[in-house]
């Protein structure tokens, strides 16, 4: 059953425990580390009211998200504390000067060309229109979606593997169709599992996290670098 594009959408976010941490502030900016469970943004139905943004703008009221994570993913999030900052850092995500790395488990043994432990997935990504909010791999009406992995660990009983993934392009669920498309799904993921595998929902969330963001401060313009280990 599909929903179409223009209808509610009937996803009632179950309520989250967990705090946002801070990781650093200061006039300008907010690093936070996100829990799992928490929507960036407050949705359009009323009971999907808590959020990131929700949240942050009681403390912190010019609060604005630059970019945003899965409701079921977890790790760093750059917060501009005004609109003129938000206009700046917003330029440096579209013209790729920051970068990010995620930690992710995957179902399998994944290895790269040649059974290396890294490798890159080059695989274009359109919009499922039938199946909103979901996304396909398309090589006719695709964007370019480019990810690299390094494998960090494989674990056994059951197979899985520990990878760090750099994407050079930022499209919607793109670790997590390019995950499932080179057979290795992350665990937890219920939009792009392995259709007959029983264990697909085997964890109690997400397993990918944002775990390092590197930036130009908007004010400073020095360097900046946050790392948030993960939590699996």
């Keep these: 059953m599909t929903t179409p594009i ?14 946002i941490e801070i990781l650093y502030q200061d006039d300008s900016i907010l690093l936070i580390n996100k829990p799992s469970g928490l929507l ?6 009323p009971l999907n009211k808590d959020s990131v943004h929700h949240r942050l703008v009681q403390d912190f009221p010019t609060a604005t998200l630059l970019h945003r994570l899965d409701f079921g993913t977890s790790g760093i999030m750059l917060v501009a504390l005004n609109k003129a900052l938000n206009g700046i850092l917003t330029k440096e ?8 790395t995620y930690t992710a488990l995957l179902h399998g043994h994944l290895y790269g060309d040649d059974q290396e432990d890294s490798g890159t997935i080059d695989l274009p990504i359109a919009k499922d229109k039938p199946n909103f909010p979901l996304v396909k ?5 695709g964007k370019s979606a480019v990810s690299e992995f390094v494998v960090l660990e494989r674990l056994s009983q059951p197979d899985r593997t520990r990878v760090c993934f750099t994407p050079l392009t930022g499209r919607t669920h793109q670790l997590r169709i390019h995950s499932q ?15 007959d595998d029983e264990t697909g929902l085997d964890a109690n969330r997400l397993m990918l996290h944002a775990t390092t963001l590197a930036f130009t401060h908007p004010v400073s313009r020095q360097p900046m670098q946050m790392e948030c280990v993960a939590p699996f």
């Design 137 to 141: 791999i398309c090589a006719e009406t």
């Design 181 to 195: 498309k080179i057979g290795h799904p992350i665990v937890g993921c219920d939009l792009y599992g392995l259709a």
């Design 40 to 45: 960036s943004l407050s949705g359009k139905n």
């Design 6 to 19: 223009d209808s509610p959408d009937p996803f009632i976010a179950p309520p989250c425990h967990e705090d």
């Design 93 to 100: 995500f579209q013209e790729g000067r920051v970068s990010k």
